[in-house]
T-cell receptor, first 114, second 111 residues
Framework: DVKVTQSSRYLVKRTGEKVFLECVQD?????MFWYRQDPGLGLRLIYF???????EKGDIPEGYSVSREKKERFSLILESASTNQTSMYLC????FGAGNEKLFFGSGTQLSVL | GEDVEQSLFLSVREGDSSVINCTYTDSSSTYLYWYKQEPGAGLQLLTY?????DMKQDQRLTVLLNKKDKHLSLRIADTQTGDSAIYFCAESNQAGTALIFGKGTTLSVSS
């Protein structure tokens, strides 16, 4: 079975801190995604990557950046965390284009910014 | 842009059928998906339907697609307490590079 592992289940950070959220997948998938999930808003796409060192902005990229130096690892970076970035962050991967392939999700990282 | 709409809550009794509805905007999506999120977990693909199909049945799950009205539904027969979860409808974005999710329907099953 495909496994998508997010390094932290819960994180508490202070406003202004630089925050790294890490995600690793073990099935050699081409595509990786970062979503954030907020009550009443569902899932919103932040960034995705279809290859090493490639990245594409999603619907809400402001305040975030990403890094994909190795195929299996996709990092989400909050350059200067703010309270409105308190959220559940979900990483996902898929083999080819996500339009016609199923996404495999990690368990999520609940980030609180104080 | 693409948009996926679904009602936020549904409450049913154990043994009843549940029907979760979804409307979407992008008719070019080749597949439409239902994902399930159990408490404290990420999303898991529950089922999907090819856009040329009207119906797909998979054990207790029935997916109905009305392409003309851009309406997708998920029926769960004989709903169990273990079906309590958030259900997300999803379609591809126009570029076919990512999935657009609805806000999720929280299904609550009482015994």
């Amino acid at each position: 079975d495909v496994k998508v592992t997010q390094s932290s289940r819960y994180l508490v950070k202070r406003t202004g801190e630089k925050v790294f959220l890490e995600c690793v997948q073990d099935m050699d998938h081409e595509n990786m995604f970062w979503y954030r999930q907020d009550p009443g808003l569902g899932l919103r796409l932040i960034y995705f990557s279809y290859d090493v060192k490639m990245k594409e902005k999603g619907d809400i990229p402001e305040g975030y950046s990403v890094s994909r130096e190795k195929k299996e690892r996709f990092s989400l970076i909050l350059e200067s965390a703010s309270t409105n970035q308190t959220s559940m962050y979900l990483c996902a991967s898929s083999l080819f284009g996500a339009g016609n392939e199923k996404l495999f999700f990690g368990s999520g990282t609940q980030l609180s910014v104080l | 842009g693409e948009d996926v709409e679904q009602s936020l809550f549904l409450s049913v009794r154990e043994g009843d059928s549940s029907v979760i509805n979804c409307t979407y905007t992008d008719s070019s999506s080749t597949y439409l998906y239902w994902y399930k999120q159990e408490p404290g977990a990420g999303l898991q693909l529950l089922t999907y339907i090819f856009s040329n199909m009207d119906m797909k049945q998979d054990q207790r799950l029935t997916v109905l697609l009305n392409k003309k009205d851009k309406h997708l539904s998920l029926r769960i027969a004989d709903t169990q307490t273990g079906d309590s979860a958030i259900y997300f409808c999803a379609e591809s974005n126009q570029a076919g590079t990512a999935l657009i999710f609805g806000k999720g329907t929280t299904l609550s099953v009482s015994s």
